[in-house]
């Protein structure tokens, strides 16, 4: 080989050889202090424009200042919760795919059949920020005005004699356990009628085909309550800071009702992508911009970071699943 | 008229440059989005919906609604070019447009798809600006038992959508149903014929489903024509590029029943646009002095069900801006878009912003010119797209369907839906079973069950509910009427036979 070749061989090798070396320290800092490299998918486990969706996405716009590549949120409802869940718990736990969640996803659906999984050990918990309201609501001409009175008609009237509105099986959803809850305490029954939305639930108690609406507090809800209505008899869990008046169940029946709403990825996340979305949505929350749009869609923003969310999450666990067992056997009596 | 003056003055709110640029723009998005199948305008509203926190409310509503209903003039595009439905509500438009295409009527077709579209249109926003309060308390008394006997009518005018043996008909519907029924039960919660799949915990989705039976079976119908008899899939000769007289004769009184039938029929929560289309293509059939020639190219059959479903979006509006109940996942994505701006739509929403809802009815009228201005110079194009060798068209179109499909949910598995019935819809062809039927009774059944469930558990398992009540009851004995007189016509045609 003529010396001209042999120089430029070396050469182009060593060359060769300084960039892999850069690189792969580059490699080793880059893990760490260089998330997010590219934009972070955020999965909505349900449609478009529903309360959990407007908020999500109001808290990614706020959250994304706070980060050098942005959280894109995309809609995957479907399969009853388990595909969104699925989609978050198969995803690579390299911090680029994370979801929102309730109870659903995380304490009702495990204890089904069908959901492949049984527990949160393929989850990491990232992050909580609300709670849901849900009123326990009838019409204004109905004759109960106070949670007390319905309690005291339904003893006694026969079993099931008030029909109540919601958006899912029971079994499924948190308010339906913790409706069932006050149902043993108090010893009467509801008979639960499920509906595809929580606009058929809104409007089959606008149109007098239903007794009580059980579901989420929406702007459309509470335009009715303040027009007078609608009346609001109780809420299960937090109250609406303007109706003090209103009693809580979680207060009245002193049990702790699983509402929440939070933000999860795959299992092993590393520590530093859990710190930084930690800490970066923890920023996001005091952004006033979302706090009013949570304030519009009658969102109390509630944050409680990983290690206390996942331990709340472990204490529900077993509740959830007595409580499923209890209404499985009750369906199968009938 | 107190109505016209409030009309004028949501005329003088969107008469800026802005605000014109915004329909435009929104309304031709919307058409192309139509066009492409399985795309919708609930993702691509979805995606839109960050622009709209920027502009005022006025605006961003305008955009949004725009998208919508521009869609649903688009979406008979496929249906009647190349079999495929862009949505459930644009299957029945495949049943004549697509054999007037073949019979190198594309153009007739399309231009009374866009036309009727805008008659319905317009005559949907008229419904819309005076009669919004006074349906809206109607739309409210339509509880489970009013639904039960909805559906009850729309299965009564099931067969009407077949054009060959009704046996097979009865029996794909039922097939249908089972298919409809797939998922997780609403009110118990446990998974029916789901087969393990965890995809299939939601059920079926409709528009791969109907693209797979309608579009993907098509063109491998077609591949193997043209293979085998080397016989060209469209007619080389395009007749006309647009309705000739006969057409218009043809088609002025189904557009306007369809318009009439979609408005009322789209008020109702829940499967508004694909009932009134499915609907007006049973009546026009059943009230056409030559029925036979049904599923074979007849222009009533376009113009009937595109007016429906184009005079159903309007009517779907009625439930949101009135009550604040959306009645579909589009009122759901503009109800949050308004949320967003603290406004709530609702009983307060028409006194304490009238700019908004005339802002938005005056939108409508212009954007619904412009549609037709948008839609009748392509008709040129998409015919000539025919022209096209099918061995070039049909990679084009498959790759279409595949990107449409995904894009709904994002979720491959749906892919999977839309070829599995691509190959079960070209099967069904062979034997002659039709694939109309099926997905009516795959929209209808589970909406029917559930209703009858829920209608149950509020009587307390009495069936007494769907006689005691009013609406159903009247509901129930439309579709006895309909059932008695097929049952006349047939004992009038056997005797007519006998005597001769």
Same mark, same amino acid.
């Given at each position: 080989?003529?010396?001209? %070749?042999?120089?430029?061989?070396?050469?182009?090798?060593?060359?060769?050889?300084?960039?892999?070396?850069?690189?792969?320290?580059?490699?080793?800092?880059?893990?760490?202090?260089?998330?997010?490299?590219?934009?972070?998918?955020?999965?909505?486990?349900?449609?478009?424009?529903?309360?959990?969706?407007?908020?999500?996405?109001?808290?990614?716009?706020?959250?994304?200042?706070?980060?050098?590549?942005?959280?894109?949120?995309?809609?995957?409802?479907?399969? !009853?919760? =388990? %595909?969104?869940?699925?989609?978050?718990?198969?995803?690579?736990?390299?911090?680029?795919?994370?979801?929102?969640?309730?109870?659903?996803?995380?304490?009702?659906?495990?204890?089904?059949?069908?959901?492949?999984?049984?527990?949160?050990?393929?989850?990491?918990?990232?992050?909580?920020?609300?709670?849901?309201?849900?009123?326990?609501? @009838?019409?204004?001409?109905?004759?109960?005005?106070?949670?007390?009175? #319905?309690?005291?008609?339904?003893?006694?009237?026969?079993?099931?004699?008030?029909? #109540?509105?919601?958006?899912?099986?029971?079994?499924?959803?948190?308010?339906?356990?913790?409706?069932?809850?006050?149902?043993?305490?108090?010893?009467?029954?509801?008979?639960?009628?499920?509906?595809?939305?929580?606009?058929?639930?809104?409007?089959?108690?606008?149109?007098?085909?239903?007794?009580?609406?059980?579901?989420?507090?929406?702007?459309?809800?509470?335009?009715?309550?303040?027009?007078?209505?609608?009346?609001?008899?109780?809420?299960?869990?937090?109250?609406?800071?303007?109706?003090?008046?209103?009693?809580?169940?979680?207060?009245?029946?002193?049990?702790?009702?699983?509402?929440?709403?939070?933000?999860?990825?795959?299992?092993?996340?590393?520590?530093?992508?859990?710190?930084?979305?930690?800490?970066?949505?923890?920023?996001?929350?005091?952004?006033?911009?979302?706090?009013?749009?949570?304030?519009?869609?009658?969102?109390?923003?509630?944050?409680?970071?990983?290690?206390?969310?996942?331990?709340? $999450?472990?204490?529900?666990?077993?509740?959830?699943?007595?409580?499923?067992?209890?209404?499985?056997?009750?369906?199968?009596?009938? | 008229?107190?109505?016209?003056?409030?009309?004028?003055?949501?005329?003088?709110?969107?008469?800026?440059?802005?605000?014109?640029?915004?329909?435009? $723009?929104?309304?031709?998005?919307?058409?192309?989005?139509?066009?492409?199948?399985?795309?919708?305008?609930?993702? %691509?509203?979805?995606?839109?919906?960050?622009?709209?926190?920027? /502009?005022? #409310?006025?605006?961003?509503?305008?955009?949004?609604?725009?998208?919508?209903?521009?869609?649903?003039?688009?979406?008979? /595009?496929?249906?009647?070019?190349?079999?495929?439905?862009?949505?459930?509500?644009?299957?029945?438009?495949?049943?004549?447009?697509?054999?007037?295409?073949?019979?190198?009527?594309?153009?007739?077709?399309?231009?009374?798809?866009?036309?009727?579209?805008?008659?319905?249109?317009?005559?949907?926003?008229?419904?819309?600006?005076?009669?919004?309060?006074?349906?809206?308390?109607?739309?409210?008394?339509?509880?489970?038992?009013?639904?039960?006997?909805?559906?009850?009518?729309?299965?009564?005018?099931?067969?009407?959508?077949?054009?060959?043996?009704?046996?097979?008909?009865?029996?794909?519907?039922?097939?249908?149903?089972?298919?409809?029924?797939?998922?997780?039960?609403?009110?118990?919660?446990?998974?029916?014929?789901?087969?393990?799949? %965890?995809?299939?915990?939601?059920?079926?989705?409709?528009?791969?489903?109907?693209?797979?039976?309608?579009?993907?079976?098509?063109?491998?119908?077609?591949?193997?024509?043209? $293979?085998?008899?080397?016989?060209?899939?469209?007619?080389?000769?395009?007749?006309?590029?647009?309705?000739?007289?006969?057409?218009?004769?043809?088609?002025?009184? &189904?557009?306007?029943?369809?318009?009439?039938? !979609?408005?009322?029929?789209?008020?109702?929560?829940?499967?508004?646009?694909? =009932?009134?289309?499915?609907?007006?293509?049973?009546?026009?059939?059943?009230?056409?002095?030559?029925?036979?020639?049904?599923?074979?190219?007849?222009?009533?059959?376009?113009?009937?069900?595109?007016?429906?479903?184009?005079?159903?979006?309007?009517?779907?509006?009625?439930?949101?801006?009135?009550?604040?109940?959306?009645?579909?996942?589009?009122?759901?994505?503009?109800?949050?878009?308004?949320?967003?701006?603290?406004?709530?739509?609702? &009983?307060?929403?028409?006194?304490?912003?009238?700019?908004?809802?005339?802002?938005?009815?005056?939108?409508?009228?212009?954007?619904?010119?412009?549609?037709? =201005?948008?839609?009748?110079? $392509?008709?040129?194009?998409?015919?000539?797209?025919?022209?096209?060798?099918?061995?070039?068209?049909?990679?084009?179109?498959?790759?279409?369907?595949?990107?449409?499909?995904?894009?709904?949910?994002?979720?491959?598995?749906?892919?999977? @839906?839309?070829?599995?019935?691509?190959?079960?819809?070209?099967?069904?062809?062979?034997?002659?079973?039709?694939?109309?039927?099926?997905?009516?009774?795959?929209?209808?059944?589970?909406?029917?069950?559930?209703?009858?469930?829920?209608?149950?558990?509020?009587?307390?398992?009495?069936?007494?509910?769907?006689?005691?009540?009013?609406?159903?009851?009247?509901?129930?004995?439309?579709?006895?009427?309909?059932? #008695?007189?097929?049952?006349?016509?047939?004992?009038?045609?056997?005797?007519?036979?006998?005597?001769?």
């Amino acid at each position: 080989m003529k010396k001209k %070749t042999k120089v430029c061989l070396v050469a182009t090798m060593m060359f060769g050889i300084c960039l892999l070396m850069l690189n792969s320290t580059d490699l080793v800092r880059a893990k760490d202090s260089d998330y997010p490299k590219k934009s972070i998918k955020y999965i909505i486990p349900f449609g478009a424009g529903g309360t959990t969706d407007v908020t999500s996405r109001a808290l990614i716009k706020a959250t994304n200042k706070y980060l050098v590549e942005p959280i894109i949120a995309i809609n995957k409802p479907g399969g !009853g919760g =388990v %595909t969104p869940a699925l989609a978050v718990m198969n995803a690579k736990p390299d911090g680029y795919t994370i979801g929102a969640f309730s109870s659903t996803h995380s304490l009702m659906l495990p204890n089904t059949d069908e959901c492949p999984y049984k527990d949160l050990s393929g989850f990491s918990i990232i992050v909580r920020y609300g709670k849901y309201l849900w009123p326990v609501v @009838v019409r204004s001409d109905s004759p109960w005005k106070t949670w007390e009175e #319905l309690v005291a008609w339904a003893k006694k009237n026969p079993k099931g004699a008030i029909k #109540l509105g919601c958006t899912s099986n029971r079994a499924r959803s948190p308010v339906g356990h913790s409706i069932f809850t006050v149902e043993r305490h108090e010893d009467f029954e509801f008979t639960f009628v499920a509906f595809k939305s929580t606009g058929k639930v809104l409007s089959a108690l606008l149109g007098n085909h239903i007794d009580v609406y059980a579901v989420s507090t929406t702007p459309s809800l509470m335009e009715y309550v303040k027009e007078g209505t609608l009346r609001i008899l109780a809420y299960i869990d937090v109250r609406n800071p303007e109706h003090k008046h209103i009693p809580s169940f979680r207060e009245v029946y002193e049990f702790k009702p699983t509402n929440f709403v939070g933000i999860w990825g795959p299992k092993d996340l590393p520590n530093h992508v859990l710190e930084k979305l930690g800490c970066a949505f923890a920023k996001g929350m005091h952004d006033p911009e979302f706090q009013k749009t949570m304030d519009r869609l009658y969102m109390p923003v509630s944050y409680l970071g990983r290690s206390e969310f996942r331990e709340d $999450l472990n204490e529900f666990f077993p509740f959830v699943s007595k409580t499923m067992k209890l209404l499985k056997a009750k369906a199968k009596i009938k | 008229m107190e109505s016209l003056d409030l009309l004028l003055f949501g005329f003088s709110e969107i008469v800026t440059i802005e605000r014109i640029i915004i329909v435009f $723009l929104s309304v031709f998005i919307g058409t192309m989005i139509g066009v492409l199948p399985g795309l919708g305008p609930v993702a %691509t509203m979805s995606l839109l919906l960050p622009f709209t926190y920027n /502009t005022s #409310l006025l605006s961003g509503m305008i955009m949004l609604s725009g998208i919508y209903y521009g869609a649903s003039y688009g979406g008979s /595009t496929t249906s009647i070019l190349v079999n495929i439905p862009g949505e459930a509500s644009s299957v029945v438009t495949c049943l004549d447009g697509y054999q007037m295409a073949r019979q190198g009527r594309a153009g007739p077709a399309l231009g009374i798809a866009a036309i009727g579209s805008f008659i319905a249109g317009t005559m949907g926003l008229i419904g819309l600006m005076f009669l919004a309060p006074p349906l809206a308390s109607i739309a409210l008394k339509f509880g489970p038992p009013e639904y039960v006997s909805v559906m009850c009518t729309g299965f009564v005018l099931l067969t009407y959508l077949a054009s060959g043996s009704t046996i097979r008909a009865l029996m794909i519907a039922i097939v249908g149903i089972m298919l409809g029924c797939a998922g997780l039960d609403l009110e118990t919660g446990l998974p029916r014929f789901t087969l393990g799949i %965890t995809d299939l915990l939601g059920g079926i989705e409709i528009a791969p489903f109907a693209m797979g039976l309608f579009g993907i079976s098509e063109v491998l119908i077609n591949i193997e024509e043209v $293979l085998k008899e080397k016989r060209s899939v469209f007619s080389a000769k395009i007749k006309n590029l647009l309705p000739n007289l006969q057409d218009w004769h043809d088609s002025l009184v &189904p557009i306007i029943r369809g318009s009439v039938l !979609g408005f009322f029929v789209g008020i109702l929560p829940g499967g508004g646009a694909v =009932v009134s289309s499915f609907s007006s293509y049973a009546i026009e059939k059943k009230m056409s002095k030559h029925p036979e020639r049904f599923g074979k190219g007849a222009i009533e059959g376009v113009a009937g069900p595109e007016s429906a479903n184009n005079s159903a979006t309007a009517g779907a509006f009625i439930p949101l801006l009135t009550l604040g109940i959306p009645s579909n996942a589009v009122m759901a994505l503009l109800l949050g878009g308004l949320m967003i701006h603290g406004v709530t739509p609702g &009983p307060r929403f028409l006194p304490e912003h009238p700019d908004i809802f005339w802002g938005l009815i005056a939108s409508m009228y212009v954007g619904n010119i412009f549609l037709l =201005v948008i839609n009748l110079p $392509l008709i040129g194009i998409w015919v000539h797209l025919l022209q096209v060798p099918y061995k070039l068209l049909f990679p084009l179109i498959l790759i279409f369907c595949l990107i449409g499909c995904y894009s709904i949910n994002n979720n491959t598995f749906d892919i999977g @839906v839309m070829l599995f019935f691509g190959a079960i819809g070209y099967l069904m062809r062979k034997y002659k079973f039709e694939g109309a039927p099926m997905i009516l009774a795959f929209v209808l059944g589970p909406m029917f069950e559930t209703s009858l469930r829920q209608s149950l558990l509020l009587s307390d398992g009495s069936f007494l509910i769907f006689l005691t009540r009013p609406i159903a009851a009247a509901g129930i004995i439309v579709s006895i009427l309909i059932l #008695l007189s097929s049952v006349i016509t047939f004992i009038r045609k056997r005797k007519g036979v006998i005597e001769k």
